[in-house]
């Protein structure tokens, strides 16, 4: 199934991804998903203002420095952090955290996160979730 591209000059949003991030979780409702961790994949992509694509503008590029992006260093952090924080029933819940996390930093408009657990089935390469959230303020981008 496509996704709906984030990157666009007519909205000002750029794509910052993370993709494939395997860690362990410990994740699950079972009570053997409680005695070990898991494999899970992690996917992030948000859309971020962009003050080098205003629509009609001939800005040239912005200051090369690290303050004036979303650092995805910083977003990868997060996910390690969310994630060796306990145990969390539901992929859900864990998707929701990401995505809360990457949405206080007020030049994410948008967040979409996939989370999968790799182990579950012999049969299925993973399951999982995937959700988009936006700022509340924001609701037209």
Same mark, same amino acid.
């Given at each position: 199934?496509?996704t709906?591209?984030?990157?666009s000059s007519?909205r000002?949003?750029?794509? %910052?991804f993370?993709r494939?991030?395997i860690? /362990?979780a410990s994740?699950? %409702?079972? /009570? $053997?998903? $409680?005695s070990a961790?898991q494999r899970?994949?992690?996917?992030?992509?948000?859309?971020v203002? +962009?003050?080098?694509a205003?629509a009609?503008?001939?800005k /040239? !590029?912005?200051r +090369?420095e690290?303050?004036?992006v979303?650092d995805?260093g910083?977003?990868?952090n997060? %996910?390690?952090?969310? !994630?060796a924080s306990g145990?969390? #029933?539901?992929?859900?819940?864990?998707?929701?955290r990401i995505?809360?996390?990457c949405?206080t +930093?007020t #030049?994410i408009?948008?967040?979409r996160i996939?989370?999968?657990?790799?182990?579950?089935? /012999? +049969?299925a390469?993973?399951?999982? !979730?995937e959700?988009e959230?936006r700022?509340?303020n924001?609701s037209?981008?």
């Open positions: 199934m496509e709906q591209r984030i990157a007519a000002a949003l750029r794509h %910052v993370l494939d991030m860690l /362990p994740i699950g %409702v079972l /009570p $053997h998903e $409680h961790p899970v994949r992690i996917n992030v992509d948000l859309g203002e +962009d003050d080098g205003l009609l503008s001939r /040239p !590029v912005g +090369d690290l303050s004036r979303v995805y910083h977003v990868a997060q %996910v390690r952090a969310i !994630v145990h969390v #029933r539901l992929v859900e819940t864990l998707a929701e995505a809360e996390a949405l +930093d #030049r408009h948008l967040a996939r989370v999968e657990k790799l182990d579950v089935f /012999p +049969d390469t993973s399951a999982g !979730v959700i959230r700022q509340a924001l037209t981008r």
